[in-house]
T-cell receptor, first 115, second 116 residues
């Protein structure tokens, strides 16, 4: 069974640009969560989607947005990039969120560098 | 607000020695508790989880953890470490159990370095 797939794995952008990251969950999983990992702030929750609906959201500015498609694949978008957005962005999937199995399965992440 | 504190940012240890990585959390409601491991340039892998029931939880690779509700702790232990255990370890909490959906609150991480 294939794991969580995130693309691209690495990317470099400049300030002011926007970026879209993609996440394909494990087959059959309908919940996708996104996290940002930085050396200073650690791992922080961005948002979670289930059946194309956002169910939970972290404390990030509106420049960070996401969506989920009918096949459960998810994308997150960051507009007007700032230097502080440089981070590893992790996607995690589960059958139905933590209530279902109490476990999230993480991808290897997309490493974004903002110059 | 809920928080997770990992008391040691770095833990050096010799191979075959025991190790304990400490984690405390603050929450007034029920929680799920987790330990994840992250190897360089990789995502997070679940070591073990506490949802309910027995307070002693066994995970993969010989790790175990004990949930102590009165001390709000969930320390991770391994009786004998290997070089391959060198990695960063994260304690995480889901406040309200499964009602937080996909939201985990993570500690800052503990870098475990195993020396030969």
């Amino acid at each position: 069974k294939a794991g969580v797939t995130q693309t691209p794995r690495y990317l470099i952008k400049t300030r002011g640009q926007q970026v879209t990251l993609s996440c394909s969950p494990i087959s059959g999983h309908r919940s996708v969560s996104w996290y940002q990992q930085t050396p200073g702030q650690g791992l922080q929750f961005l948002f979670e989607y289930f059946s194309e609906t956002q169910r939970n959201k972290g404390n990030f500015p509106g420049r960070f947005s996401g969506r989920q498609f009918s096949n459960s694949r998810s994308e997150m978008n960051v507009s007007t990039l700032e230097l502080g957005d440089s981070a590893l962005y992790l996607c995690a999937s589960s059958p139905g969120g933590l209530a279902a199995t109490g476990e999230l399965f993480f991808g290897e992440g997309s490493r974004l560098t903002v110059l | 607000a809920q928080s997770v504190t990992q008391l040691d940012s770095q833990v050096p240890v010799f191979e075959e020695a025991p190790v304990e990585l400490r984690c405390n959390y603050s929450s007034s409601v029920s929680v799920y508790l987790f330990w994840y491991v992250q190897y360089p340039n990789q995502g997070l892998q679940l070591l073990l989880k506490y949802l309910s029931g027995s307070t002693l939880v066994k995970g993969i690779n010989g790790f175990e953890a004990e949930f102590n509700k009165s001390q709000t702790s969930f320390h991770l232990r391994k009786p004998s470490v290997h070089i391959s255990d060198t990695a960063e370890y994260f304690c995480a909490v889901s406040v309200g159990g499964g009602t937080s959906y996909g939201k985990l609150t993570f500690g800052q991480g503990t870098i475990l370095t195993v020396h030969p």
